[in-house]
């Protein structure tokens, strides 16, 4: 595969595609596209009780990427991490939701159909 950037892959190709499972930008690009879902969510929800902590087991389950490939990607943002849940007052523990898996609220998919608006 020639092409590098993924931004105008679909998120659903990303997460589904097996053209796409081994491509060596994959899982940085659906990490980015997953911190920009979260971000969204959590900044459209009106309690607290709604909003994800945004941290490396959030972005595995979203995005289905190794844990060790996923702390490697989020140690260059993990400051707008910590100010994005910083600012949202959220710490792991609000991620414990009875009855509420991450990946049921939120679609990843549907919130970030592709990467060519994500910051």
């Known amino acids: 595969m020639s092409n590098d950037d ?6 659903q190709d990303l997460l589904t595609n097996r053209v796409y499972k081994t ?13 920009s879902a979260l971000e969204t969510h959590n900044n459209n929800c009106t309690e607290k009780s709604q909003k994800w ?8 389950s979203l995005t289905g990427s190794k844990p060790a490939t996923v702390k490697e990607i989020l140690k ?3 400051q707008r991490l910590d ?7 959220l710490n792991p523990y609000d991620n ?11 679609d990843l998919a549907a919130l970030v159909p592709d990467g060519v608006d994500v910051d």
């Open 23 to 35: 491509h060596p930008n994959r899982a940085e690009e659906l990490t980015r596209r997953a911190i």
């Open 76 to 78: 260059g943002c993990q």
């Open 96 to 106: 414990r939701k009875p009855g509420q898996k991450l990946t049921e609220v939120i």
């Open 83 to 89: 100010d994005h849940n910083a600012k949202h007052d």
């Open 53 to 60: 902590h945004i941290n490396q087991t959030a972005i595995q």
């Open 6 to 11: 993924l931004t105008t892959v679909s998120t």
